[in-house]
């Protein structure tokens, strides 16, 4: 089945900074490649997601980058703010699959 | 995000117990999820039906059941709990790619 790894597990930037969270997969068929936040003592909300037919997708400070040959993908934060502190998960999607399997999350701590 | 409910929010409950975690959706999703949060180990899926006919393990069904009444309800069931199912349970409803997450029940087996 799908592997997904997830780095860094915590990561602290300074406001105004930005952020970088990175995760592999191990099935290349795999083709939807969600992004979801966690605030503390909330459910998982997403925020950002990909398919494996486009390479870079941007909503405002966020930006998610899917490299499908080495099959990695990231999530870019810019100008982050106190608010953007929480747990953030990345998933994977195989092909033919409603199945996610998400990898295991990084605490991002902005300090203000 | 009030069209996920779960129930109950918070429970304790003991060695051997039986006990069941409901789901209830208004999203019209024929896809519901049901998963397990540990701390460092991210979400995990227990147990996954696309419709009422359709039940499907996930990777850590062991230890659970589950039961999807109708469209919009889907129960997870301990049979005998035990302390290492201590964690935070979340269920989720889909119907392409995306998927919704309900509030979160807080589950402690004494």
């Known amino acids: 089945g799908e592997n997904v790894e997830q780095h860094p597990s915590t990561l602290s930037v300074q406001e105004g900074d930005s952020a970088v969270i990175k995760c592999t997969y191990s099935?290349?068929?795999?083709?939807?490649f969600p992004w979801y936040k966690q605030e503390l003592g909330k459910r998982p909300q997403l925020i950002i997601d990909?398919?494996?037919?486009?390479g870079e997708k941007k909503d405002q400070r966020i930006a998610v980058t899917l490299n499908k040959t080495a099959k990695h993908f990231s999530l870019h934060i810019t100008e982050t703010q106190p608010e953007d502190s929480a747990v953030y998960f990345c998933a994977a999607r195989g092909a033919g699959s409603y199945q996610l399997t998400f990898g295991k999350g990084t605490k991002l701590s902005v300090i203000p | 995000d009030a069209d996920v409910t779960q129930t109950p929010r918070n429970r304790i409950t003991k060695t051997g117990k039986r006990i069941m975690l409901e789901c209830s959706q208004t999203k019209g999703h024929d896809r519901m999820y049901w998963y397990r949060q540990d701390p460092g180990l991210g979400l995990r899926l227990i147990y996954y039906s696309f419709d009422v006919k359709d039940i499907n393990k996930g990777e850590i069904s062991d230890g659970y059941s589950v039961s999807r009444q109708a469209q919009a309800k889907f129960s997870l069931s301990l049979e005998s709990a035990i302390p290492n199912q201590t964690a935070l349970y979340f269920c989720?409803?889909?119907?392409?790619?995306?998927?919704?997450f309900g509030p979160g029940t807080r589950l402690t087996v004494l």
């Open positions: 989720a409803t889909g119907s392409t790619d995306t998927q919704y």
């Open positions: 099935d290349s068929a795999s083709n939807y």
């Open positions: 990909i398919r494996s037919n486009v």
